[in-house]
């Protein structure tokens, strides 16, 4: 009757069982990571494709919109959290192969910063609106007042430093240097970023 009896008795000892912790889960955090990792490299090698202005031309901004689309709100605003402390700790991310605190302490270093506001009005927007920031039509007013934002608090940025390194300097002056150039070539690389990413979040289903 003992035989029976503990013959009867299914024993699961698997890790996943022992420790309650789903083996999907962990992937999942594994995926998340590499994605993250990944994201900052696209933000790095876009940094350093650039041209020299006082506001240098770079594809950061095409790298913020692509993983704002493919990686959503939170991995992409991870992503851009890294850059900006490899960035502080010196390693050479920034456009110009330039590294340091400093960098961020500079004139456009609030552009940078600005970044990461973008990436936190995304992560907001997606709690609000759910699955429909999957959607191009939400998605990109979303973006585009995100880049608003970043304009906005760049250009603070930017006459509170200069002001204090050069001497005082008008709005009108400031916007015609670090924004109104970069109006145009931002739209046109928000609207090809959504576009390959939507492309290819149906052929990555772990997005």
Not at 104 to 127: A, D, N, Q, R
Not at 170 to 192: E, H, Q
Request: charged letters at 10%.
């Amino acid at each position: 009757m003992e035989c029976k009896l503990y013959a009867c008795i299914e024993v699961d000892i698997s890790p996943a069982r022992a420790y309650n912790f789903p083996m999907s889960n962990q992937r999942v955090k594994t995926n998340d990571m590499a994605f993250i990792a990944l994201g900052a490299v696209v933000i790095i090698v876009c940094s350093w494709i650039s041209i020299p202005t006082v506001v240098p031309f770079t594809l950061q901004t095409f790298a913020i919109f692509f993983l704002l689309c493919l990686l959503g709100g939170k991995r992409a605003t991870f992503s851009i959290v890294i850059y900006i402390l490899l960035g502080a700790a010196g390693v050479p991310v920034f456009s110009g192969f330039k590294g340091g605190f400093g960098v961020l302490l500079g004139p456009t270093g609030g552009y940078v910063v600005g970044f990461v506001l973008m990436g936190l009005l995304y992560i907001l927007c997606e709690k609000l609106l759910g699955g429909r920031m999957k959607k191009l039509s939400a998605a990109m007013p979303v973006m585009l007042a995100g880049l608003l934002i970043c304009y906005a608090f760049g250009t603070a940025w930017f006459l509170f430093v200069y002001t204090g390194e050069a001497g005082r300097v008008g709005l009108l002056t400031a916007l015609s240097w670090c924004v109104f150039p970069f109006i145009v070539p931002d739209l046109v690389k928000m609207v090809l970023a959504a576009v390959i990413a939507g492309r290819i979040r149906k052929q990555v289903p772990q997005l």
